[in-house]
């Protein structure tokens, strides 16, 4: 009788013990989740930073060479335009 007892003990233990891993298994892998999202939104959010860095920069480099290349004609034709009218003079 005892023997029937020990053994129903043992495979109650062993069935709560099934259950707690199972539990605790998937309290890990919900943090893990968790974890991963966040990891996720700050790579994604790294790289749009680091697109958006790109292309001020980018807007600033082509408005500086706009201005340098407006500025340049400008002063060539203005030259020209000079030579001219000393020569028609």
């Given at each position: ?5 020990g ?36 790579g ?21 060479v ?24």
């Amino acid at each position: 009788m005892l023997g029937g007892l020990g053994k129903l003990a043992a495979e109650g233990l062993a069935h709560r013990t099934e259950k707690v891993t199972e539990e605790a298994v998937h309290a890990v892998e919900g943090v893990v989740k968790e974890v991963v999202e966040h990891a996720k939104e700050a790579g994604e959010k790294a790289i749009a930073d680091a697109f958006k860095k790109a292309q001020e920069k980018g807007d600033k480099v082509v408005k500086e060479v706009t201005e340098t290349m407006t500025n340049t004609v400008t002063n060539a034709v203005t030259h020209a335009a000079e030579g001219l009218g000393k020569l028609g003079q």
